[in-house]
């Protein structure tokens, strides 16, 4: 069925629109909503103990509880730092994206207003960082010239699958971690302003990404399912630097190891990315050699897995 121009494009005004009306309602500024001289609580869990990484591994038995939420506190400031990386390439694919259009549209507009938002982001992680006794964590040096190369070449559908990818990832852990009361204040007040504004950006993501991908040629297509696989498979197996554990006093290569052959480990991975596996799969975005890496970074479930922790789309992968 063919879709006539004209009501794409108001479509996509209406829905920019309606985002831009809900930023106007229910934006923050980090700084002034969270209590940045509270202490850091060192009884608390920063995130629940079986999403982390070595949950449920022979060296998880060998730690102690206070090494146990201490590695909590690492893994957040690691993913943290992984989002740091992944919304300083967002915002210049966004600005890249404004730059070719008529900034009187409401769908630029809403570009322009999720970079505001991206940039009050990392400062509130930056600060979290900070507040966590944590460093920045450092991509290493491919990936990171991996991150430059994209966010300097990434067509429209791949600036937008991309960004629902790690847009998703994350929006999962923290919803999870803002409802859990037995947490730590500090990381469930980050993960409610997160959740919030990143609803609407997952909500602009998926409208341009469908907009833009089904209008792209069958070579076009091919190339991004490959580079999308690629953005995933180094995001995904990059989210906790083994720097984190040598912090709690392991040895990195083994815990790596552990964590890399960690089937829950496996398992937290393919929950956090099932919404975005099940949109972009439905789109045909993920097949080919790039699925090989989805499959690899263990975001499509265990082989032999059970349903209720694998999800669907894994199964049928
Ligand atoms: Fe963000
Ligand atoms: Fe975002």
Same mark, same amino acid.
């Given at each position: 069925m063919t879709v006539e121009p004209q009501t794409r494009t108001t479509d996509r005004e209406d829905i920019a629109?309606?985002?831009?009306?809900?930023?106007?309602?229910?934006?923050?500024?980090?700084?002034?909503?969270?209590?940045?001289? #509270?202490?850091?609580?060192?009884?608390?869990?920063?995130?629940?103990p079986e999403r982390l990484s070595l949950y449920g591994t022979e060296l998880w038995?060998?730690?102690?509880?206070?090494?146990?939420?201490?590695?909590?506190?690492?893994?957040?400031?690691?993913?943290?730092?992984?989002?740091?990386?992944?919304?300083?390439?967002?915002?210049?694919?966004?600005? !890249?994206? #404004?730059?070719? !259009?008529?900034?009187?549209?409401?769908?630029?507009?809403?570009?322009?207003?999720?970079?505001?938002?991206?940039?009050?982001h990392s400062v509130m992680f930056a600060k979290l960082l900070d507040k966590l006794d944590a460093p920045f964590y450092r991509l290493d040096p491919f990936t990171h010239l991996l991150g430059k190369v994209f966010k300097t070449v990434s067509n429209g559908p791949l600036t937008f699958s991309a960004a629902l990818f790690v847009e998703e990832i994350l929006d999962q852990l923290q919803r999870e971690i803002m409802a859990d009361e037995a947490l730590?204040?500090?990381? !469930?007040?980050?993960?409610?302003?997160?959740?919030?504004?990143?609803?609407?950006?997952?909500?602009y993501a998926r409208e341009e990404f469908a907009r833009d991908w089904h209008r792209r040629g069958a070579l076009v297509q091919h190339y991004s399912r490959l580079v999308l696989g690629a953005v995933a498979y180094y995001s995904a197996t990059r989210l906790i630097s083994p720097e984190v554990y040598e912090r709690i006093g392991l040895d990195p290569r083994a815990a790596r190891k552990a964590? *890399?052959?960690?089937? *829950?480990?496996?398992?937290?991975?393919?929950?956090?990315?099932?919404?975005?596996?099940?949109?972009?799969?439905?789109?045909?975005?993920i097949s080919g050699p790039g699925r090989y890496l989805w499959r690899k970074a263990g975001l499509l479930g265990r082989r032999g897995a059970a349903p209720s922790t694998a999800g669907p789309e894994a199964q049928r992968a």
């Open positions: 629109k309606r985002l831009l009306r809900s930023s106007a309602k229910a934006s923050f500024d980090p700084l002034v909503e969270i209590d940045w001289d #509270a202490l850091v609580d060192p009884d608390r869990y920063a995130i629940r038995e060998t730690l102690t509880e206070e090494q146990r939420k201490e590695l909590s506190r690492q893994e957040i400031a690691s993913v943290a730092s992984i989002g740091i990386w992944f919304e300083t390439i967002l915002m210049q694919m966004l600005v !890249r994206h #404004a730059y070719d !259009r008529d900034p009187t549209t409401h769908h630029v507009q809403y570009a322009y207003t999720e970079i505001a938002d991206e940039c009050r730590e204040p500090l990381t !469930r007040a980050v993960s409610r302003i997160h959740v919030v504004e990143e609803a609407r950006h997952m909500r964590a *890399r052959r960690n089937p *829950r480990w496996t398992d937290t991975k393919t929950w956090a990315a099932r919404k975005v596996v099940a949109t972009l799969d439905r789109a045909g975005a």
